[in-house]
Structures are given as C-alpha cells and as structure tokens.
C-alpha cells in the first residue's frame, strides 16, 4: 500500500505541507539519563501508545522504517507505516504516515530528546487533513482531539517514566 499523502518524512524536518493542519505539542517528561532511556524505550516499543489506552497491531515489536501498524480507538481503525526512526544517545523516537483506511492523511511524530541540562521531553509533531467526510465534519473538534492525544502522550509517558512533573 502507498502513503496517502506526498510529502512523506516531513515531520524529521518539522515542515508542515500546504493544505495540511499543524500539531505540536511539547511536554516535559522529566530528567535524567534513566528518564531518557526508559522514554525512549516506551515510544519505540509502542508501549506510550497501549498505555495511552489505544490498540496496537505493528508488524514488529520496535518501530523500524517499513513496519506496518494499525492504531485502534474503539470502532477507530488507523493503519500506518513507520516512516523514519532516530535512536541517538539524547533523542529517539518515530514518525509513521498514513496508509488507504486511515481517517485523515498526513504523518505523526513522537520524539523523546534530552536537553543540556538534563531535562527529557516528548515533542509529538503531526500534519493532517480529513480523508473520510466524518473527520472533515468534525473539523476544529477533530483538531481539537489530535491536541489533547498529543497532550496525553506526555503525560503517560511521564507517569512510564515515574516522573511527577
């Protein structure tokens, strides 16, 4: 199956194509090379995801460039494939595109990086726009939605990682 949308691998350079709407949201995760590393580990073994209260049926156990992955939110099913993945000794993490069947066309990324000061935060990057006429209905509610997932990413993987704030 092809992508259904042209600029794949935008979300590595933080572009957004025309025609598409922006998320970003960062959150603080916490501190600390134990931190990193078991963020890092959570976001590339789809472990943030389960945790988050979504299904995960991937093709393979870590988020790799090629693996196939359907997300599921109740009768929701997004199929994806994983577009690119960074694994660095301060930054991890993956993008995965949509594939025929998802709601809404466009990429998403989740990146765990740990600062100079030791500060560990997860951006989750995305651009998107309606593929089924019951997104493109939902509009600014849909939006909405995208920007609370983001939120609540970071917030599980917080409490994955035992950090209060």
Do not use: N
């Amino acid at each position: 199956m092809a992508f259904t949308y042209e600029d794949v691998g935008a979300t590595r350079e933080g572009r957004c194509p025309a025609g598409f709407h922006p998320v970003r949201v960062r959150t603080r995760v916490g501190a600390g090379a134990d931190v990193f590393r078991t963020a890092a580990r959570a976001v590339l073994s789809w472990e943030m995801h389960r945790a988050v209260g979504v299904s995960v049926d991937a093709a393979a156990e870590a988020a790799r460039p090629g693996v196939d992955v359907t997300v599921g939110l109740g009768w929701i099913e997004a199929p994806c494939r994983v577009v690119w993945t960074v694994e660095e000794e301060d930054r991890a993490g993956f993008a995965y595109g949509t594939l025929p069947g998802h709601p809404e066309r466009g990429e998403e990324s989740f990146v765990v990086e740990r600062t100079g000061d030791g500060t560990v935060w997860l951006t989750v990057t995305a651009f998107s726009r309606p593929a089924k006429p019951w997104v493109r209905a939902g509009g600014p509610v849909v939006r909405g939605l995208q920007r609370a997932y983001a939120r609540r990413c970071g917030a599980v993987l917080r409490r994955i990682c035992g950090s209060s704030r």
